[in-house]
């Protein structure tokens, strides 16, 4: 006979509390599943504090006195930057999700800025931080959003027009070398650039190169560059920006190409050859069936191919191909020679040592054209350049821009290095100087050291003082509060020195005086040849005031899952 135990009450308790816990624990994955709202003015605190986390290393490479940063790569292996951009990229995520997201603002903002420019993003790190600062300081005094976003954008205005009206053309190899070594602290970048630039104009194109010995090196090649872009994106290699082609065959086509027999001979006679020589197709647009046929081509490793679309505009692509035709040895195809690319023979192709093609355009280098027919060019485009009136600014840059590639304004620079990683930060700083000087002969130059920036002062203080609204005047106190950000940083970085002493002492000394952090003391910017880039400073400031705004203007902000 089988007795009942009876039930133990703490085994009844003790299987209640499981259950309740099992359902409190899907309560909570329920809940933590479900989009979670922060509003104003949590929101904009959270936001300041990603900003400020990534701005702070930033922040440290403004200014000659660089300091380094140490980045752990993998458990095994770190390494030291001092380039801003450089840092940014590096940092993917930060482990707090409430403090990711405005770093990554801040990152999607710095990478935008180098993509752009190759500098300046330091800089604008600076001023967003000074900007939302000061920003959650007056709303938090009752300062109205839409209010300071206004001013904001008025004062930037007001400052853009400042830093115009200060810029000087670059001319002199001095000024060309200052410039490089304010923006990479590289004396022997610096030193060779400034003695390609002298030797090749302002119209000149520097392609890099690597060499087998540590140091730097340089040649100057007959050649130029067009601009156009590449029709299909799987003709680049994988994860790269670009495609060399070694000795290609150039074709040279001022036709649309959209059909199969407009690219068959082309590809028979490169497949024909014994080693098979890789393709360069440059032509007025490529698409349809004739992009697909020599897309695949492409793919499956049959020939070597790169396309180009030029984007000289409708008027002035026959010339583009025409100089081209001349560099290369080519024939320009059309119905203007009475040859198409239908009839396309051995000998109406153009060659060259190398072509670069990039998503941007293409680099000719080492055409194999002869001498007489690339004087006969020369001598129509001087012959153009003559009549030319001086309002016609365009056609007068574009004649100039000809010119340079007709008589080689190729320079190739040659980088080495010691290891890999070394290589590759050269790389990064030659880049970076080959933009910044890009845009300094497109923009002129400033005043360095955020010199420029405090010289926009007077102008936005006068802004300030004509504003009606309160709300609007409080916008550009945040600007002004924002151009002395960058010059106090720079003192801070060289250390030893009270910031807003120094900063008293050059508005007592005069417009044109800065901070030498190189050698600790005020001077003449100008005569100390410490510049900065127009279009940088004016493009970072910019970046810095419209982050700002979207920030100011961030009425909540949402986290899923």
Known sequence: MTTMRPRNPRDV??????AEARRLIAELRRVAQ?????????????????????????????????TL??????????????????????????????????AMLLRKMALELHERYGDGVA????MVRSLVHEACRRLAAGASPPALARGLQRAVEAAEAALESQARPLGSCEEVQALVLGATGDVELSEVLARMFEVLGPCSTIVTEELPRPGLDHEYIRGGKWDGYIPARALLPEGEAGL????????LADEELHEVEQVLPMLELVLAEPGRPPLLVVARAIRGPALTMLTANHVRGLVTLGLLVLSSGATLVHDDLADMAALTGGTVLSELTGTLCRHLRREHLGRAQQAILTPTGVTIVGGQGHTCDIQQRLAGVRAQLREVARGRQSEWEFLRLRLARLTGGIGILKIGAISEHEMELRKEQAEKALRVLEAAYEGGLVPGGGVA????LPALQAMRASCADADERQGVALLEAALQEPFLQIVRNYGAMHPPLVLEEVRRRGADYGFDALRGEVASMWERGILD?????????????????????????????
Do not use: K
Request: proline share 4%.
């Open 533 to 561: 880039c127009c279009s940088i400073v004016r493009g970072a400031l910019r970046a810095a005031v419209s982050l700002a705004t979207m920030l100011v203007t961030t009425d909540a902000v949402v986290f899923h899952g």
């Open 453 to 456: 920036l405090l010289n926009c």
């Open 69 to 102: 940063v140490l980045n752990e790569r993998t458990r095994s292996e770190c390494e030291v930057l001092a380039d801003a951009s450089t840092i940014a990229r590096r940092v993917i995520a930060l482990r707090s999700r409430s403090d990711n997201l405005g």
């Open 34 to 66: 479900q989009p979670s709202l922060i509003l104003l003015p949590r929101a904009l605190r959270l936001l300041v504090r990603g900003i400020d986390l990534l701005a702070r290393p930033l922040a440290l490479t403004l200014g000659p006195a660089r």
């Open 13 to 18: 308790t003790t299987g209640y509390r499981l």
């Open 244 to 251: 060399i082609l070694r000795q290609p065959w150039i074709v």
């Open 123 to 126: 800089l604008a790190a600076v």
